[in-house]
Each structure stands twice: as C-alpha cells, then as structure tokens.
C-alpha cells in the first residue's frame, strides 16, 4: 500500500478538540457533564449580521469571488483596524482566510522554508506547534512559567531574536492564559525587536476585543509604527462576534505578505463565499454592542473563576486580563491520589477530574506546560459556579 506524506508522522489532531469529543460523548451517555474544555464564545452575533448575510443570499452571484477577499470585507476590516488605532492599511496591506487558523498556515507556508526559525512563547495556543511541525520549522520554544505569569520578558525576546528566528509569532491576549501586556510591556519587547529586524513577526491579537480592567489592547505597530514593515497583525471573527462555525479569519501586514497569503488562497480555497464575506463585513462594520456585552460578562466570570480557583490550597492562578481562560498551575495535585488513584501528571489529573465531577479541562501539556490545566470559562453562565464547586471538590478530595 501507498504511504502517506512524511509530514503527516509529524501532524496532530487538536488535543482541546480530543477533550471535547470525550466530554460529548460522556454526555451522550447520559453523564452530567460540565464542559470547560472548547474555546468557543458560546453567543451568535447580532441582529445585522443575519441581516446581511440573507441580504447576500438574495442577491447571490453564485460566483468564485476574490482570492484575497471581497472588498466589502476587506474595507470593513481596514475600518476596524482604525478603530484599534492601527490607521493606513490598504486594501493590498489585507487578507482574509477560512478562519485565524488557515491565516496562520498560510503565514507559515509564505514565510518559512522547511527548517527555518520559529520562536514563541510557552504555554502557546496548540495550533502553533502543529502548523510549525507540519511545515518543518525548526521550533524555538520561550518557556513563560507561572512564576513570570506567563509573560515573555525583554531579556528573553532578545536572546530569541539573536538566534535569527525567520518567523517570532505572538499572542496578546493570551490562549490559554488570557494574559494580555500593557503598553509598558509591549514598548520594552518591540523595542527589542526594533533591534533584530532579520525577524518576521506575526501578532496573534484575534482576542484584542476581550480586554480587562481598562488594560486595553496595545500592538507593536502602536508604540512602533516603524514595525509596520515587518509585523503581520491577524484577526478573527470567531471570538469577538460569536461566530467560529463562519469561519472567518484576517490579517494586515506589509503588502509582499498579503500578496503571498492571496496566492496561497488562490490554491488553497480559491475565496470565502460571498454570504460569508458579507456577514463578516457587517459584523465589523455594525454596532458593537454585542461584543461590548460579552467583554463585561467575560470580565465578571473571570473574576469567579479566579476567587475559586486561588480559593483552592496549592492551586496558583495568575489572573488573567483578556479572552475567556484561566490557566491555574495545578502541579500541587501531582503525587497526590483521588479515589485510591495517583495522579502523576496534568493529563492524568484532567482525566480523573472528568472521571469523578464530569468537568472537562484541557490539560497544560496540550499547550506546552505541564504544571498547568486550562479552564474556557464560556459556558452558560447557571453553569460556572457548580463547576468551580466540583473542582474545588475534587482537589479537597485528593489524599
Ligand atoms: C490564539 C488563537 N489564534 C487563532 C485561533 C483560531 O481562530 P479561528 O477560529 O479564526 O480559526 C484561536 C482559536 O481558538 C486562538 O485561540
């Protein structure tokens, strides 16, 4: 029999959708499952957008459209990226992809030759290390440990960068942490990076709409405009608009990306259909009420996740300012043992913690640190409080 290609020894299926699937079919056996697993917003977008989208049904082409995006789209997203402050992006500065995921393969496939330099940050969002793996990138790791709150510092940037990475992607806010950087913080690194322009830089930022506290969300290209030639900013309306089955991803960056990122479109996908593109483009040219609403909400369930989880002996939570996870380090439970059995590690903990309350959690190892357990704290909100309870429970129960 035929083989398949070598790159598929190296390409995984998502690890967070392993546990979702798991935590479905528990519930499909009739199990009272609480899911924190999927980082799916759990709201539909606004009134509008349904709007639009019957609108374009209407008046359907039936036609391929273009490969770098309808120019609906593409204007909207240059209106949207006023409003974050990010002002003079042109249409041939942008690109629109099947979500920030194919964005980002098709940034890998553009900007990397097999074995080239890609550094970012751990924990990171499970996808980077998959696409790095499937492209034959040489991966440069960043460990960001709770003890840094998982932050990059300068110093680290810096000796990353006189590596000569090709490609230095970054995500602010965080996915799994929900950190998310002040404009202090993102001054120091871009200045660092300002220093090593041998460097592709990608700024994962599809959660700039969920920020906390009034941090508000800062880029490189905000304290830098000089960067502009060398960042490549990527959006998603998953998150922001409630909207991840659209399947709608975006980017801006200097022109010869753009461009690149179209041709792969063309080869790739040919175009987004236009009831899609359409949707999309009301979504961010509307109101923004409902994300606005969603933001405060995120907020106030942040702020329970993290009494409850920092309320558990042993379990230290840095509180997260942006997204909707919580990333507790939870290595006090290893060694530790739960209905007569040992837990060793975090994948063994997320197991025995859905075995015993039925709360599903991704485990840190699916993102690159083991002493953690990722919480998507999304789900309706009747259900938050008994699943931090149960939690809870479970590590009172530990011997
Ligand atoms: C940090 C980060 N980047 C990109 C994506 C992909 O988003 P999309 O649904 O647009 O493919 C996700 C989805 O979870 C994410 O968390």
Redesign the pocket.
């Known amino acids: 029999m035929p083989q398949l290609a070598k790159r598929m020894g190296r390409a995984k299926p998502s690890a967070i959708m392993v546990v979702a699937e798991t935590a479905k079919r528990l519930k499909a056996e009739g199990r009272d499952i609480i899911s924190f697993s999927i ?1 799916v917003p759990n709201f539909l977008p606004g009134d509008h957008v349904y709007a639009a989208a019957r609108k374009a049904l209407d008046a359907d082409s039936g036609q391929y459209g273009s490969n770098r995006g309808a120019e609906g789209l593409l204007d909207a997203f240059i209106g949207h990226l006023d409003g974050l402050g990010l002002a003079g992006y042109t249409r041939a500065n942008c690109a629109t992809g099947v ?4 964005i ?1 393969y098709n940034l890998a496939e553009a900007l990397l030759d097999e074995g080239d330099g890609f550094a970012f940050a751990t924990p990171y ?1 499970t ?1 980077y290390l998959d696409i790095a793996e499937i492209v034959g990138a040489d991966v440069q790791l960043l460990p960001c440990p709770p003890e840094q709150v998982y932050k990059l510092t300068p110093a680290q940037l810096d000796a990353a960068l006189a590596k000569k990475p090709k490609l230095f992607l970054f ?1 602010n806010p ?2 799994p942490t929900g950190m998310v950087y002040t404009k202090d913080e993102i001054a120091a690194l871009a200045e660092v990076i300002a220093r090593h322009p041998d460097t592709w830089i990608i700024t ?1 930022d ?2 700039n709409s969920m920020v906390f506290d009034g941090v508000g969300y800062h880029n490189f290209v905000h304290v830098r405009p000089e960067l502009r030639d060398r960042v490549i900013f ?1 959006d ?4 922001t608009y409630g909207m ?1 089955g659209w ?3 975006l980017m801006a960056g200097p022109e010869v990306v753009a461009q690149a990122v179209t041709t792969m479109n063309s080869n790739h996908i040919t175009s987004l259909p236009e009831v899609v593109a359409a949707a999309a483009a009301a979504a961010l040219s509307g109101p923004q009420d409902v994300p606005a609403a969603r933001c405060a909400e995120f907020q106030a369930k942040r702020d329970q996740v993290v009494a409850a989880l920092n309320a558990i002996p042993g379990v230290v939570c840095p509180v997260p300012q942006g997204a909707f996870y919580a990333f507790p380090d939870v290595s006090c439970a290893f060694g530790k043992s739960h209905s007569g059995k040992v837990i060793n590690n975090d994948v063994e903990l997320c197991a025995a913690l859905l075995e015993a309350k039925g709360v599903a959690c991704v485990p840190g190892s699916a993102f690159g640190e083991p002493r953690g357990m990722r919480i998507s704290y999304t789900c309706p909100t009747p259900q938050l409080a008994p699943g931090l309870a149960r939690i809870q429970e479970f590590f009172a129960e530990l011997a």
């Open positions: 980082g979500g920030a995921t194919h980002l969002w996808s995500n965080s996915n994962d599809i959660y990527v998603s309306l998953s998150k991840p399947r709608v991803g």
